[in-house]
């Protein structure tokens, strides 16, 4: 791990950085380490680790929960730019939600101390701001997918339809548009196309222009 | 619905209030209004609806999403003095996920038109911060009670608990402590006292010191 010079990559990730004083942006900046994580390693798991506020400068993470069984949910994904600050929960009050972090491919992040970040959220309002609103936009993604995946099952209902257009045609290419299978199976667009997104990322399907590709029939007969 | 003063009322709930401008007191005033339900008036439902920003003056509110077949799950309850800011997530862009919010008991409450407020977050920081705080916190309980119920079915396994406890002693009080009911079934103390909170907010259970009494047998077993 090491440190450096990371106020380019401040300038680009934290609108909040102009709001700063001077001595809190050197607080941030001797709080920031370089890390890097192989493919597999768990950065953050459950109430006890605390990694800290992460920027992904390469490679890709994954969220997900984990039930009493063992059993996975992915709730999001990490790339390239990306800021995570559900892996800094234990010092925000408002969230009492945890997730584990995993790192899908070799990285390279930085991290900000978790306890620095909530320094500065509680003495300047701009961090604070920026704070919430990101944990904001992150929760509202994950409800979505859970919504869909745990309530709704949408995903096995999704999986149902892709396999049996498959046998239909007897190809693993499903030549429908998403507002075509929306149609088809009574949902909205906007879900179908968002669940297929989250196909494409768990390397089930493969999406192009009108044209979704099944490339894991196992993982995708799993789903049902 | 009537319009009124409504300072006193902003200062209690809003702490951004000290940082508005005199016209942004005016703006918030003047469109804020009185309203009353009847128990059982839907009040919010889905994307279409946007009610406004809600301060809970009397009675008490139920937010629920709903399954495809109609299912239903409540998320949260809204009492006296709750602000609740989801019921205006229509403005929100970080905020895509949609909750039905229904009168439980006749109520009195305060509407701030979501137009206004998304305004003011706009132009104000601190009304943003303490939106997107709300937000999170109201987001991460409504988490842990969909991963809860949702994902673990802890829900069905403390009913299953509880029944055998019944049945045992044939009695309908079950004296233990949330802790030796969480070392019993492997899980954790808070997780035990949140669910019996949720248990008992929906009218299944009585919960007092040491003891928990179960008050609607048919929705416990429901429940498995």
Not at 10 to 28: A, G, M, V
Not at 107 to 130: G, T
């Amino acid at each position: 791990m090491i440190t450096g010079d990371y106020t380019d990559l401040f300038i680009e990730h934290f609108p909040f950085w102009e709001h700063l004083s001077q001595s809190e942006k050197e607080l941030l900046s001797s709080n920031t380490k370089t890390a890097n994580y192989k493919k597999g390693d768990i950065l953050h798991g459950g109430n006890e680790d605390c990694v800290g506020v992460i920027i992904v400068k390469k490679g890709q993470l994954r969220a997900y929960m984990l039930s009493d069984e063992g059993k996975e949910i992915t709730l999001y994904r990490l790339y390239k730019d990306d800021v995570c600050i559900m892996s800094a929960s234990c010092v925000y009050d408002a969230i009492t939600f945890d997730v584990f972090v995993e790192a899908v491919e070799d990285c390279e992040i930085l991290i900000i101390s978790s306890k620095i970040f909530d320094k500065l959220s509680r003495q300047n309002i701009y961090v604070e701001a920026f704070s919430y609103k990101l944990a904001t936009t992150r929760f509202s993604d994950v409800m979505w997918t859970m919504q869909q995946i745990l309530f709704m099952s949408f995903d096995k209902r999704l999986a149902i339809f892709l396999l049996d257009e498959a046998n239909k045609t007897g190809l693993d290419e499903i030549k429908l548009t998403h507002e075509q299978i929306a149609k088809l199976m009574g949902s909205a667009r906007e879900v179908v196309t968002r669940m297929l997104k989250y196909f494409a990322d768990e390397k089930i399907v493969n999406v192009s222009r009108g044209v979704i590709k099944i490339t894991d029939k196992n993982k995708l007969r799993a789903l049902i």
